[in-house]
């Protein structure tokens, strides 16, 4: 069954791994997009990116400075969203923006990912009716600004205040030290001109805690900074460099109080409060976030994945025999043990990221209706999500990157930019380690109501299951035998560790340890239990969706299942091993039926990392184009170095040859 991306023209080793596919790639895009007609949705709109002369390049942005990049994406950005605005719809629009501007940020980022959500999920009605419409429209741009230049992951200790006067009914916002201020947030430095900044509430002198309120940052008009505020961009970073990350003071500010973000917690005009119905729903564009970058992240990887292994299809490097043709670097079992395993977690990464994005919005209904009892269930699940997916992420993107030799060094590849914008998500959205905790104090409470015999959500009823043996390599060639006898064994793992780690914390607290302090002692194996939890969760989506799969992709998704299992139990051997659950046999069990895996996907690797189906434009890698044709590319790419505008440098010029003439003239 050949793969639809073949061409003519295309570098040969890459058709005839296309040529051998067994499986309808286009039937698995269409699987992983949702349904064909989504498949076709995002074909076109490639296609249309590719076309509209507004989108032209005239040189890679790599190529550009930084203001001149900052420009080239505002000046698309205008273009999406006016001209394209009412032609795709607000799921399709990711996709727009990533083929269009690429993943370094644009100016209405975090008016997307985090301005728009707040308003939504946390203004009361009469300031979301008078502003959603604005922002809707783009006649202003919003962040959202929390983090300080002091504290970014201990909230409790912002030291931004919002401080209500009775006697105006305005709050005034104010930053009362330098590392008060805001620092970090996208988009704040120069683009947009209003915020939800969150603040410390304080109402008669009493610290209510961290809310979120509306201010105005520049004028309207003129774009310049109002009174009172100083705002501007922290400069240049590993990459996002096309986003103002930014700075902000507020020097005793004055907003109305209708401006506090009202929907939950609520402040009467003579300063009574009322809390929320959950204390942390003021945290909600946080979770939102959390809860859409898994799936986001699942696509970084599947870059990296399609680049690696298309440039290893037409890499030829060495002999594996004496006298043989030069081979494809495919062909060698470190590389497919390197490349692999990042296909199939890029797989299991974009559905589980489509499951929790479902969950998301089941829980955002039931708050609408006045029901926060699925958010610490969620809240759990996408602090562990956020924290494994981007770790995962950015070792597998710099595997990928190692796996291309020198050329993956280069710019060219496309993926240092790309390492540089996917390991931002270690920190943004909640440090890894610390989110994990979150996890980890969820797991705790599952412990506790396994033992008392209560109920659990789905994601954590494997706290109330029994062991039994490890039944791994003992349930003969019957490949949805062993998927199950893998699951089982990871979910015995999983519970192992939650339940050492809670008896490890009860042992410090029984010693005479306070709660907090004796937690701060076993915090590495709480994290441990959480990242297995989250492992479970990851291989059980991805089972879910092997399960639901079409017939005509199912034997790829299975051989692609295995590898993935296999990969993460030989990962975890040392968990599998630990307690005797597993035995030694049984992992070398598993290592060879890896090493199985790696032969039986070799014929379709290619295709799999066709059917992630991203363009050449979005894929922005010489080394990853789908015609395979790199080396001419490359050197054209190169040829547009500023370096090489002219023949001889002026700092050759200036410099160096003087230095060489005086030189030469001593002799
Ligand atoms: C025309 C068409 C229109 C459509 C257009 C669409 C266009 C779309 C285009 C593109 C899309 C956008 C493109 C996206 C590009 C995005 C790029 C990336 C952006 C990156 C942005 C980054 C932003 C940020 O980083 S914002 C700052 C984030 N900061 C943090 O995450 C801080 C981390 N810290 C915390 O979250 C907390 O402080 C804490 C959790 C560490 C601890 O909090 P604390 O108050 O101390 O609470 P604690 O005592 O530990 O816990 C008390 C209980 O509360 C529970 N809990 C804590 N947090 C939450 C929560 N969030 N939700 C629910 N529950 C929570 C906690 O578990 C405790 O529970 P328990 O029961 O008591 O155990
Ligand atoms: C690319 C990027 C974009 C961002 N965008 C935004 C934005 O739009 N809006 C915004 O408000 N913020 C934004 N941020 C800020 C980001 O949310 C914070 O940097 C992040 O929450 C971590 O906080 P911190 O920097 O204060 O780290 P710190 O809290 O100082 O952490 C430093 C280290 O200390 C350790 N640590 C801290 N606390 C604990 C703990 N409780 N337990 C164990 N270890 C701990 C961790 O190892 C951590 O790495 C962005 C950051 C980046 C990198």
Redesign the pocket.
Known sequence: MPNRCIRPGDNPDLTKERETCTFDTDELAANLYGSRRNLERRREISQKVSADPDFADPIPHEFLSREKAVDATAKKSKVIFQKWKNLVKPEEMPHLVNEAVGIQGFPLA?HH??FLPSLNSQADDDLAAEILPRAKAYEIIG?????EMG????LRELETTATYDKTTQEFVINTPTRKAM???????GKMSNYAVV?CQLIIDGKNLGPHNFLVQLRCEKTHEPLPGITVGDIGP?IA?NT?D?GFLALDNVRIPRRQMLMKHAKVSPDGTYTPPIHAKLNYGAMVHVRAHMIYSHGHLLARAAAVATRYSAVRRQGRIENGGPEVQILDYQTQQHRIFPQIARAYAILFAGQEVRDQYAKTLEGIANGQADLLPDLHALTSGLKSVVTFMGGLGIEQCRMSCGGHGYSDASGLPKLYGVQI?GC????????ML?QTARYLMKGVKWAEQGKSLSPSIAYLGKKSGKSLIGLKGGDITREHEAILETLEHTARRLAIDASQLWEKRIKGGECKERAW?GV?VEMNRASRVYTRLFMARSFHRRLLSSPSSIRSVLSDLFSLYLHYECVDMAQHLLEDGHCNGGQIQYLKKRLYEDLTTLRPNAVSLVDSFEISDRELNSVLGRRDGNVYEALFQWAKQSELNYTDVLPAVKNYMMPMMEENRSKL
């Open positions: 975090l990912a985090m962040t959202y600004a929390q983090t504290h970014g992951t201990n805001k620092w970090w947030p996208g988009n704040l969150c970073k996002y986003t990350n931002g920190t943004y959205e909640g440090e890894n380690m610390v905790q701060n915090t």
